[in-house]
């Protein structure tokens, strides 16, 4: 008798390959915004013989710079803690086990988990949709950018024409502005991410039964990556028949609207009128 498939193990497998397609690569560091630049004093003139009877210039009141705080990195060099240096115990002694039952003789399948989410409708959907809100984003982010630009040198401009009260003043609210913006971005980039997420988890679950069933219609009972293979023949392939099955039970998945979390859409309004509502909506396979 074939032995079914464990859905938990298909799952893992899948989830683990799937990211890195559909998701670009999280950068190491997020974008740097612009940060206005600071007027550097001018060098120190070399010391002159004390001049009798020659008034002192007062000093003038140091301009305060604008200096927003960068958004969030994450550190790219983790660093790892040195190997252990020290002797283990004696092992356990691990017993002999009686003789089980024999797994049943291997019927062997392959696919190509890239190639399924390149000819994926969902998958396709999920890509146009958050690729280009990320290019919305990308695009206030620089717009923004040359206000504060332009706000900075209007600033220089009119520094001489303000007391040293206007100029905090206005330094201060182009430094509020700076910090409000980068909060935004960054929120409306996390937001982009987790729909993201959303419509790929769909996509998850789907292919994870379209390969159980497809694996179980033609007698397979072990199936691989076809990255994990050397060689194969195409009798062993599985990839057009996946292909064609989440096209058909998946062509599209349910991404929140753009500027909503998951977690506030699911919250506002079930997701029970769509068309892959149905799919999304699903309890995950059985193990």
Avoid: C
Wanted: glycine share 4%; proline share 13%.
């Amino acid at each position: 008798m074939i032995r079914r498939f464990s859905a938990a193990a298909l799952f893992v497998a899948v989830a683990g390959l799937l990211p890195a397609m559909l998701l670009p690569a999280t950068p190491a560091r997020s974008q740097d915004y612009f940060v206005p630049p600071q007027q550097q004093r001018p060098p120190a003139s070399p010391a002159r013989p004390a001049q009798a009877a020659r008034p002192q210039p007062q000093p003038q009141r140091a301009p305060v710079q604008v200096a927003p705080q960068p958004l969030a990195t994450v550190q790219d060099d983790q660093q790892q803690p040195p190997p252990l240096q020290v002797q283990l115990p004696p092992p356990p002694d691990i017993p002999a086990l009686p003789r089980g039952p024999s797994p049943p003789a291997a019927v062997v399948g392959v696919l190509g988990v890239p190639e399924i989410m390149r000819a994926s409708t969902a998958a396709q959907q999920v890509e146009k949709t958050i690729g280009a809100r990320r290019e919305k984003l990308n695009e206030d982010a620089q717009k923004e950018q040359a206000a504060w630009r332009e706000l900075q040198q209007a600033l220089a401009n009119d520094r001489g024409k303000l007391s040293a009260e206007q100029i905090h003043t206005r330094e201060q609210e182009l430094q509020n502005r700076i910090t409000n913006a980068q909060r935004e971005f960054r929120e409306r980039g996390t937001i982009i991410q987790q729909a993201a997420q959303y419509g790929l988890a769909q996509i998850e679950r789907a292919l994870v039964g379209v390969i159980q069933k497809v694996a179980e219609s033609r007698g397979m009972n072990l199936v691989l990556h076809r990255q994990q293979v050397a060689l194969n023949v195409n009798e062993f392939d599985i990839t057009d028949q996946v292909t064609e099955q989440i096209n058909k039970i998946l062509p599209s998945v349910i991404i929140p609207p753009d500027g909503v979390s998951p977690a506030a859409m699911a919250q506002a309004k079930p997701a029970d009128d769509h068309p892959a509502a149905a799919a999304a909506a699903a309890p995950p396979p059985k193990k």
